[in-house]
């Protein structure tokens, strides 16, 4: 009869190394002995071990000794093994697999515990390393980080100079509205693409694409593009993005034990041009002090408006391209997707309006009063 089976085949690993050694297993109502090739007989109480009901049969045993404690492992492939057990000691060893049972599912929970953990740590621990280190990075720092981001654009080598000059004294004035000094040499850069955005990198540079100087109307709007990315460069919105995408490496790093990759990475930092995306957060604050600036600064706050209504226009055209043709317009400006530093919302505008209420009935003086911008500007 199977149940009254008491001979069976078995391998045992000692804890030792991960060397496997075969064993003749003998069940009696008392314990389990294994015998050894040898002639050595192992004597294992049934009152001494932890088991589990699968196939393979596996049962444990924790043992002291010299060696430290360690744990024994006997594994039994036939199937009938169990039923066996069962049948010449069922009090004592069904007894004593239930603990076993409890034990896996007890590392199972604090498995998942500390998955989760990880998970938690890897997403909110990075915006908080970056935003404590952020104040200790040297601008020397930021300064080589955005000229290896420069080097990789395709900037335009001779611009108008009648159009970089607009945008150099624009900056100029608005550098001279910020409170107290900045570390920073701002400089313009023009892309010659013809996408309707604007950038700025870690360091001082600011790049406006040709498309945003097509559409705008007057250097009122450029100036409020231009204090917009002044802001992100002032309050280091790239460099704590950097940071935050180095933070999260780290962390992911501590946990799979993979630091070398991570250094790889941050090697390669300054071409991934990805870490510069920029939260909806640092957004609307360089949105907020971008307007202050300009308030500052005695510009006209309505040309900042109303190039932020044509860019939302701009991405509200976007989206409602056919599919087609918003598949060629995608892969025409996948290069620049990564700069996509204007998300849209739906307030942004309103915010920028009721920022500048107190100064609506306010005469401007034209930034430029012998100007006509239209005349200068690229040509659509």
């Not at 991960?18 to 297993?25: A, L």
């Amino acid at each position: 009869m199977v149940g009254r089976k008491l001979q069976f085949a078995g391998a045992l690993f000692d804890g030792k190394n991960s060397q496997k050694h075969f064993v003749n297993v003998e069940l009696t109502p008392q314990e389990i002995i294994l015998n050894r090739p040898g002639g050595d007989r192992d004597h294992w109480a049934f009152s001494d071990l932890s088991w589990s009901a699968n196939t393979p049969f596996n049962i444990e045993r924790l043992v002291k000794d010299e060696y430290g404690e360690r744990l024994e492992t006997l594994v039994v492939e036939d199937s009938d093994f169990y039923t066996s057990v069962l049948n010449i000691a069922p009090q004592n060893f069904a007894k004593q697999g239930k603990r076993l049972d409890f034990s896996w599912k007890l590392n199972g929970i604090l498995i998942l515990v500390l998955i989760l953990f990880a998970y938690g740590l890897i997403k909110t621990i990075p915006e908080l390393v970056a935003d404590r280190m952020v104040e200790k990075i040297p601008v020397e720092w930021e300064v080589t980080v955005g000229q290896t981001l420069l080097d990789l654009l395709p900037i335009d080598q001779e611009p108008d100079p009648g159009v970089i000059a607009i945008l150099q004294e624009t900056v100029e004035r608005l550098e001279k509205a910020v409170p107290g000094s900045q570390p920073y040499d701002l400089k313009v850069y023009i892309l010659p693409i013809d996408q309707v955005n604007a950038l700025a990198l870690p360091g001082g540079a600011i790049v406006i694409f040709e498309g945003l100087l097509k559409k705008a109307e007057s250097p009122e709007e450029l100036a409020g593009v231009l204090a917009h990315e002044i802001q992100h460069i002032l309050l280091r919105h790239s460099t704590r993005g950097i940071l935050r995408h180095t933070a999260k490496g780290f962390l992911t790093a501590f946990f799979l034990g993979d630091v070398n990759a991570v250094m790889e990475g941050v090697v390669q930092l300054a071409s991934e041009l990805e870490t510069l995306g920029l939260s909806r957060e640092m957004e609307e604050e360089a949105d907020q002090k971008g307007m202050d600036l300009i308030l500052s600064a005695n510009i006209d706050p309505r040309g900042m408006i109303r190039i932020f209504e044509k860019l939302t226009e701009e991405q509200s055209l976007q989206k409602e391209l056919p599919d087609r043709k918003k598949i060629v317009e995608e892969e025409k400006q996948k290069f620049t997707s990564y700069f996509s530093t204007h998300p849209s919302g739906s307030n942004r505008v309103a915010q920028l309006k009721a920022q500048v209420q107190t100064d609506k009935n306010k005469t401007w003086t034209p930034l430029f009063p012998h100007l006509n911008w239209n005349k200068i500007k690229p040509e659509n």
